[in-house]
């Protein structure tokens, strides 16, 4: 927009609990909520989980049933009994553990990527419902980091820690099983172990949840500031702010390195103390089993051998999981980012029976209208216009006088604080959105190309117009003579999304798509404010063609295109100071007779 008066808009949030960016104060999510959350976007895969579930199942037989195995090969060898059947089982466990892995990979493979292509999609759908408030809040390249990385971390953390968390899970359980038949009394002494190993797990996780956490809100600040160079690098050139730029990225940067690197080290503790557990654990078992054995009390060398194999695999479960749940602190973080934007309230739905606005004649009424981005400060007060149908109307007036904000509310990027917009006679709220937003033909300030050919830009608004119809438009706007000079005219594509044109190139594109759009009512932000004189002329003979048997809402800074508006409106601070036709306010010789003046050289 071409401003923004009265400061960015505050968060909208209806009243619900959620987190911000904007200084906003919100509970924070915790990660049983979140992972709660992540269970319900499965509901269209519970049919695959459950086979990773049974698959899970079966991978942990291996790890149950291979330490007892080789138990009962050792008891085979010390009592002389026969071998192959012993060690063709335990062949036969390891086969089946390699094939049962294989489907486990395969089915999560399809599961995990299907849950994160419905939380991509998810995501994308709710973002383009998102008011422009919530857009002013947020800087894209944060966005683009929570569209991304965090999609990207929870997409890892799904497809590669869930089926080992299912897997380790049954193996607990039966080892712990298997362990309490064998022998209870050296089960406890493992017991023992594991509790000392929650216990460390609590206390390093509970340090690197609020590190991961920050970690995520750091690189969301970094992309942020890097997307804002790359889009302004030209005007950071300009100004030889280079220093500045680079500044503040080594700032950004700094800080996401530190919180970083305590992230991980802070994480990497757990691995090491485990292994410490883990091995005088193993200490503690192999001298207590060594000496009930020869003490008489376990009389079988194969029962201490599984149970020594057990202890090593039912300790192994909890480390892994630890480290497991590391990764999960990332995933998580992420995970309530993407929420944040999941819960943002959308755009005000369409009323019950909203009216159809099929044939719109464009008469246009201001009933006291009140806005403010901020409910603190007002942008506009107490605006009251009529604009017949048919009728060109421009507004004027000095930059923060609230001239765009006139705009948002015509075509409802957001709505008023007090009174009422009418169009036809009816408040723009009763009408659906879909049919209020094809009444308006826009042309804004900042041109919005997309990386497609120059005819697929024409016709984004109108996509099945004909090639004669794109032809026509480009003439009336004046672009024709500048696309027959491109090295493919009107195929060729805008790799850069428009850059590689000038900015009134670009222009002339945007209001040859408002032409072909033919809409009723049309609306023109500053659109000369761009461009040199002799383009300007085009435009300007352009506006003329557009703007007859229309409905027009022309802003602009150079008086001189809006000479013979029907209606001239000056807006000062929010209010309508002086209106009439061009002839009226010269006679008045008030603000705009001399800013008028100014402008030509006269008086």
Known sequence: MAERSGGVPPANLNGISRPGRGGVVVKPKNMKGTLGRLWRLTKGQRKGLGWILLLSAFASAASILSPYVTGRAVSAVSSGDALFGVLACL??????DWLVKFLQAFFMAAVGQRVIYHIRRTLFDRIKTLPLSFFDRHRHGELMSRLTNDVDNISTTISNSLTLLLTYGFTIIGIFVMMVCLNPLLTMVALAGVGLIFLLTKTV?????????????????????VEESVSGLSL???????WEMEREFGERN????????????????????MNVVNNLL??????LSGMLFVNGRIADIGLVTSFLLYVRQFTRPFVEIANIYNNFQTAVAGAERVFEILDEAPEPPDKEGALCLASPHGEIEFRHVGFGYDPEKSVLRDISVRIPAGTQVAIVGATGSGKTTVINLLTRFYDVSSGSILLDGHDLRDYRMEDLRKAFGVVLQDTALFAASIRENISYGHPEAGMEEVLRAAEIAGADSFIARLPEGYDTVLELGGMELSQGERQ???????????????ILDEATSSVDTVTEQKIRRAMLKMCENRTSVIIAHRLSTIRNSDLILLLENGEIAERGTHEELMALDGNYAGMYRTQTKIG
């Not at 062949?91 to 089946?96: I, K, P, S």
């Not at 996780?205 to 500031?225: D, H, I, P, V, Y």
């Not at 193993?282 to 001298?287: D, F, L, N, P, Q």
């Open 91 to 96: 062949c036969g466990l390891y086969l089946g």
């Open 205 to 225: 996780t509970k340090r690197t949840r609020k590190l991961f956490r920050e970690q995520q809100k750091n690189l969301g600040a970094l992309n942020g500031q």
């Open 236 to 242: 950071i050139k300009a100004f030889g702010r280079e």
């Open 254 to 273: 700094d800080a996401l390195c530190r919180v970083s690197i305590k992230a991980l080290i802070c994480s990497g503790y757990l691995m090491p103390l």
């Open 282 to 287: 193993y200490v503690a078992v192999s001298v």
């Open 508 to 522: 002339l594109l945007t209001i040859a798509r408002a032409v072909l759009a033919d809409a009723p009512i049309l």
